[in-house]
């Protein structure tokens, strides 16, 4: 490790499978800055986020294996950067604790995300449901990361840890850097239902990282479509976003192609959706291949856990010992 690198660090909640939403949005992000010798990186499973709306036990166990699984597929690679499980770090919960005494209630209920879960679970509004984006905000300054490669939708939270970090610079005199969102081409991967983006909540609207070439094919096909041609390309709905996908998984080249058909002799869709999904399963295929090597490497891949949390927790403890004694806690003898 060495002290004139800058320090990255991104986590993706343990709730249900990766789409390619998360791959292009926050994955890719984190590929680039792996292999980026400026970079010191630390990725992290957030399961401690996946308990702030119901959840249930044994799944949670299994789902933040399969995000391991699939960081290391994805081609994180525990030689060059920390590849750990959040609760496996318990210091992250003690630095969230003493963020949440510099940021307001107020502030807190008027995030978008806190808003939209309320809505989705209005049974369930919990301290940790309020407290995230206080949690997220330790998990990237406990390790004094400024670069955080995520989705667009992940801003307002970076937003409160610069809040955050301001506050608590000013009040203790603690360094913490104010982390900026490290942005993707993919940064807002839309939903296929052309509304929103795409979400591992709504049925419909993503493609998994481990979906086969008939899921792709079954998925795209019920994309909805129009007569294919027009005078102008439309600028949202499910044929806009039919063609973002063209766009990163065929390249600027292939856009241009159907862009030009839409406003010329006209796209025929099946055309269009067999090409796409080939390109997305062309994509998807040697990660698919490589998780069933580490499937098959249980062995392998607890050792990455195991040396992942140590390494996280030394750096970690060594953060929160020094705010500790800042901030009045603990004793001194
Ligand atoms: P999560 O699990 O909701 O999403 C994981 C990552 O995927 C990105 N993403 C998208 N990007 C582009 N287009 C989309 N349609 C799309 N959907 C999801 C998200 O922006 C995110 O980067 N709060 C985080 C997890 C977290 C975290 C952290 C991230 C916890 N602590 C500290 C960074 C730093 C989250 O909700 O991820």
Redesign the pocket.
Known sequence: MSDSKLRV?????A?GKL?I??Y???IKGMLELQQDDAYETFY?V?DA?GITTPYEIEKIKAEKLDVILDYLAAGLDPEKSTVFI?SMVPAHYELSYFFSSVITVARMQHLPTFKEKVKQYPENATMALLN?PV??AA??LIYHASR???????EP?LEVAREISRKFNALYGTNFPEPTVFRTK??????LTGEG???KSVEGSYISLRDDLETIKSVLAKVPTDSGKGEILPESGSVANLLTFVDLFMGEQAYKHYADLYTGAGIRYSDLKAELAGAIFAELQPFQQKRAELVANPTYVNKVIVEGAAKATEVANATVDDVRSRIGMGYTF
Not at 148 to 154: A, L, Y
């Open positions: 660090l991104s986590g993706i909640r709730s789409h939403g998360n292009y949005g926050a992290m957030a986020h959040q995230y949690l997220m998990d990237i955080v490669p995520v989705g667009q939708d992940q939270h993919g940064s807002y991967v839309p939903s983006k795409m979400s």
